[in-house]
Structures are given as structure tokens and as C-alpha cells.
């Protein structure tokens, strides 16, 4: 079981910056990929960012496209998050995600953080 644990949410105005970060620690294994995902009280967990084990290939949804950056360190077992151009709708909390190398980004899969709070106040 790998274990995840988010830090770096907060509030920000809109058209502000955050950066998301993660740390993985327990039983990781190779070639996991890692990503972030997002809820609110009235949206299903989605979808947001995603990198393969190596980090050479990125995943971003359609609405974070051009505004936000997935990378990670293995060295450090992190995966960090980019937030720029903050909008309203990008308020949520936000999850990091471990999962098996392969498996869709669609659906729940692997270990997830607890999740951190990113809200943007207009």
C-alpha cells in the first residue's frame, strides 16, 4: 500500500498561482504512474493532470490544459502540481493518485492522499 500525502492548498485570487505537491512513501512500486484529481460538493471525483512512471508522457484535462503542469521527482517519490491562471472553477479538493502503470485515468484506481483544499476567491 502506498501513501499518499498532499500539501501546498490554500486560497488565492483569481488569476493567482498555487503549487500542489505530494509525497508518496510505503510499499511503492515501479512504473507507477501518479496524478491529481479534483472534487466538489457537487461534482464527482474528476479527472485533472496525470504522468507516467518516467515522466516523459503528461495527461491534462480539457478545462486545466495550458494552465496547469504535472511533474515528479522519483528521487524524492513527490509529484508536484503547477496551478496558474486560477479561475473560480478550479475551487475543490484536490487528490493525489497513485495507480498501476496502464490503468485508465478513468475511474477510481490505486491509493489516493486525503486530499487538499485549493479555493479562488474572485
Known amino acids: 500500500q502506498v501513501q499518499l500525502v498532499e500539501s501546498g492548498g490554500g486560497l488565492v485570487q483569481a488569476g493567482g498561482s498555487l503549487r500542489l505537491s505530494c509525497a508518496a512513501s510505503?510499499?511503492?512500486?515501479?512504473?507507477?504512474?501518479m496524478g491529481w484529481f479534483r472534487q466538489t460538493p457537487v461534482k464527482e471525483r474528476a479527472f485533472v493532470a496525470g504522468i507516467n512512471w518516467s515522466g516523459s508522457s503528461t495527461y491534462y484535462a480539457q478545462s486545466v490544459s495550458g494552465r496547469f503542469t504535472i511533474s515528479r521527482d522519483n528521487a524524492k517519490n513527490a509529484v508536484y502540481l503547477q496551478m496558474n491562471n486560477l479561475t473560480r472553477e478550479d475551487t475543490a479538493v484536490y487528490y493525489c493518485?497513485?495507480?498501476?502503470?496502464?490503468?485508465?485515468?478513468?475511474?477510481?484506481?490505486?491509493?489516493w492522499g486525503q486530499g487538499t483544499q485549493v479555493t479562488v476567491s474572485s
Open positions: 493518485n497513485a495507480r498501476p502503470y496502464g490503468d485508465s485515468w478513468n475511474g477510481e484506481s490505486g491509493s
Open positions: 510505503g510499499r511503492i512500486q515501479s512504473l507507477l504512474s
